[in-house]
């Protein structure tokens, strides 16, 4: 059974940096595509970031240049690191596990909250 947890979320003010972990167990982080998603209040649910199987990195044009995302296998965690943190960054933050190719997103951890003021 596929566990993601995730963990580092907080209250920042806006220009802080916060570094979100996502610790898998069940199947390893490079086994699969793994992605955060966001969703703020009232917003729909949307796609932060993702990393390969062979390391190829996506960002939304959003957090494009302030996040980072990566992955250390031995530890079999994800992390996403943010930067420059700006109000409309404030959501809850979810680490989720793709196994196929039909872009199905199998796993999602519990989501952990990100909350920036200004």
């Known amino acids: 059974q596929v566990q993601l947890v995730e963990s580092g979320g907080g209250l920042v003010q806006a220009g802080g940096s916060l570094r979100l972990s996502c610790e898998a167990s069940?199947?390893?982080?490079?086994?699969?595509?793994m992605g955060w998603f966001r969703q703020g209040p009232g917003k729909e649910r949307e796609r932060v970031s993702t990393?390969?199987?062979?390391?190829?990195?996506y960002y939304a044009d959003s957090v494009k240049g302030r996040f980072t995302i990566s992955r250390n296998d031995a530890q079999n965690t994800v992390y996403l690191q943010m930067n420059s943190l700006k109000p409309d960054d404030t959501a809850v933050y979810y680490c989720?596990?793709?196994?196929?190719?039909?872009?199905?997103?199998?796993?999602w951890g519990q989501g952990t909250q990100v909350t920036v003021s200004s």
């Open positions: 990393i390969s199987r062979l390391g190829m990195t």
């Open positions: 069940g199947r390893a982080v490079s086994s699969g595509v």
């Open positions: 989720a596990m793709q196994m196929g190719v039909t872009g199905t997103w199998d796993y």
